[in-house]
């Protein structure tokens, strides 16, 4: 059961043994990636503790102060897993989501509500074409680029590997949501490896909490059909596979490390055979 921050720290203080249980900046780099997290905490509400001293996966409430001014309390894993559907700054509070979407109050002489509807099964969508798993092909489901960042990562890695374009999705052998496909920002296809660009996003909301668990689903269903992933991670965003990049910038010295990351998948002959 979650405990008071004070006790929590003075219980880690007797079981390790020392004063300062956590030293301050042990954690900074798990916390990273959640720069909301970061302005919503306060040392002087938590007993004079600071972020970086607290595990994540600590089973402890801590108090947090929104930029709306709201207090609550919550766990690390209840703040870090917050993110739901919307992206939207008040998802990272419980009061400003409740503002922004208030439930309905019901009066006395508002009629019954109607008895809930059995949930609808899912259906998969049909216009996926019936490829070998592992084929990537053009898509009319999937969405457009995302930014203007992924559309020049995209140039400039095609300029230095002139493979095949235009193909946006791979068919994999269990659905992803309604679909038997999935969508990689980009595809390549001759080397059977999918390049996604990962960004926290303007409020911390893209890429974390139950993001981060669709992310993985989807590389685990990319390998299962014999691709492999690289994962071009900002923000601090922490590299979820093993040929996962942690990059600041996307230039030439970028793409560079791509190509050298896609060297350790698939070897140099078979890499360097279409560099330009």
Known sequence: MAERVERWWARRQFSRGAEVPYAVGAYREAWAPFPMLVRQYHPELNAGIVLSQIPPAADVLLLWQCEAGHLFAATPTEQRNRPGQKRRRSAWCPECSLQAAPPRIRLPDDPPAPAPRAKPTRRLCGKTPDLPVGDAFTSECAPAPASAVEAKLR???????????????????????????????IVLAELRVAIEYDSPGRFGLEHVGPREESDRRKDRLLRSAGWEVVRIRTGKL??????????????????????DALRGIRGPIMVDAYLT
């Open 155 to 185: 140039t400039d890695l095609f300029a230095r590997l002139p493979l095949t374009q235009g193909l946006n999705a791979v068919r994999v052998s269990r659905p992803f949501f309604d679909h038997l496909e999935v969508w990689p920002d």
């Open 238 to 259: 922490e590299k979820l596979g093993p040929h996962d990049l942690q990059l600041s910038t996307l230039g030439r010295r970028g793409v560079d490390r791509i190509v």
